[in-house]
């Protein structure tokens, strides 16, 4: 109980939520109601506690009306989450530049600090901003890199990073050399093999989406990075569906450059991400939006933003808080659990029912896509949504055509079933 308590002020002591006393006691309490929720069970254990995902359920504000299984696209934050940028918004709006500037603003370094320790970084490798896109892209555009130079990646990467690659081979020259995935993958040697053929001595850097939005594919993001710097090549990582999602810390892929969005898994308020890249590359990195000093090793460079919503960057501690209290390692474990729960029942018992994404451990997490022969997945979307009132995602990409499913720590087994229970009735008529 006295480390518990220890830990909590910790926490509240790197959260800009000692600014303002009542925040600081609802986050608090916020870690012991839903610490005291689990009991001493191991982590597979308390995967399949209903009772206890249940009440992680009522921190949501859940929609009666549908049920969502697009969180891939962006995630809900937790009531708490949400009234801190109510509240923090409510306080700004009393006098802006002063409350906004001068006092939320301080925030900042204390949440640098406690989401640099989660990520398992330094505080000074860290910037926050507003998604994934706008971190890869600073990375993507900002690298120093000129005609001829040779980008290695694979078209099932994000578009906007694609696009942005691209932006440069149309303007700058750049060659980009395409690994060719056939997914779902299981064959990590495969896998890191396609990666280093497309490497050639004028390769500057290979791009890796750790989990892949379009089907859940997970790559092996540090045996690929291994090889590129075997061959002098810097690494850039897009964490935007592995944070928070998966039990690991940045420095374990082994990349050069990382980003991700911080309202996807970790449920953060909408419009929140982060920006990640080693310290000795900080210098030679442009900013997308340049402040006085563009060369310099300060990571700070990256947050020349403009005006923007404080309340939603401050709220980000509150969701941390949230994440710690779960466990990263028993949410992840939930996550897995669910998604099995419906692909393994409907992989075994519809026909017509094909999985793309594969159910190892080490290939996929909560993501999976599927498709119904002779339909196309914009159909079953529609059809889930329509007659089942289930928010899926339809996506048709590369050789993918169907729809993928993301859960949530919120997800029950009775949305599954309800999920289940659409896919049969579709794939039937
Ligand atoms: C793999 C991947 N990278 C980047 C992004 C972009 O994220 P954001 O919309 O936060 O910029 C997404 C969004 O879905 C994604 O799936």
Redesign the pocket.
């Known amino acids: 109980m006295k480390s518990r308590r220890h830990f909590i002020q910790k926490l509240s002591a790197f959260t800009g939520a000692s600014l303002l006393p009542s925040l600081k006691a609802l986050s608090a309490d916020n870690l012991l109601t839903i610490s005291q929720l689990s009991p001493n069970k191991t982590v597979e254990e308390l995967a399949t506690d209903e009772d206890y995902w249940y009440q992680i359920q009522q921190a949501y504000t859940v929609s009666p009306q549908i049920i969502n299984l697009n969180n891939?696209?962006?995630s809900p934050a937790p009531l708490v989450v949400q009234n801190a940028v109510e509240r923090y918004g409510k306080f700004a709006n009393e006098a802006p530049s002063y409350f906004m500037w001068r006092i939320l603003d301080q925030g900042r370094e204390p949440l640098r600090e406690n989401l640099a320790k989660y990520a398992g970084v330094s505080p000074e490798e860290i910037a926050i901003n507003r998604?994934?896109?706008?971190?890869?892209d600073t990375i993507i555009l900002g690298l120093p890199l000129q005609k001829g130079d040779e980008i290695v990646m694979t078209r099932y990467?994000?578009p906007?990073?694609l696009h942005a690659y691209r932006q440069r081979e149309l303007r700058e020259g750049l060659k980009i050399n395409y690994v060719e995935l056939d997914l779902p993958a299981e064959d990590n040697d495969l896998i890191v093999k396609k990666f280093v053929e497309q490497m050639t001595p004028k390769t500057k850097v290979v791009h890796i989406?750790h989990?892949?939005?379009w089907n859940g594919q997970i790559l092996p993001a540090k045996r690929i990075a291994d090889e590129a710097h075997k061959r002098g090549i810097e690494v850039v990582i897009?964490g935007?569906?592995s944070f928070a999602h998966l039990e690991y810390k940045i420095p374990d892929l082994g990349g050069d450059y990382y980003?991700t969005?911080l309202?996807?898994w970790l449920s953060a308020p909408i419009g929140s991400?982060m920006l990640w890249m080693k310290k000795e590359k900080i210098s030679k990195v442009f900013p997308l939006i340049p402040n006085d000093k563009p060369n310099s090793d300060n990571i700070r460079k990256f947050e020349n933003l403009g005006t923007r919503p404080f309340m939603i960057e401050q709220a980000i501690g509150q969701a941390l808080n949230f994440q710690l209290a779960i466990g990263n390692a028993r949410k992840e474990a939930r996550l897995r659990y669910l998604k099995n729960y419906w692909a393994k029942e409907a992989q075994s018992h519809i026909p017509k029912f094909k999985l793309n994404t594969s159910l190892k451990q080490e290939f996929s997490g909560a993501l999976a896509h599927f498709g119904i022969e002779g339909l196309e997945g914009g159909k079953i979307e529609g059809e889930l949504l329509g007659k089942f009132k289930i928010h899926t995602s339809p996506v048709k990409w590369e050789k993918l055509d169907g729809v993928r499913v993301t859960p949530h720590v919120y997800t029950t087994l009775n949305d599954l079933d309800r999920l289940l229970e659409g896919i049969k009735h579709i794939a039937k008529t």
């Not at 998604?131 to 890869?136: G, I, Y």
């Open positions: 891939g696209g962006v998604n994934a896109t706008e971190a890869l990467d994000y906007n990073m989406t989990i892949i939005n897009d935007a569906h980003g969005s309202h996807k991400g």
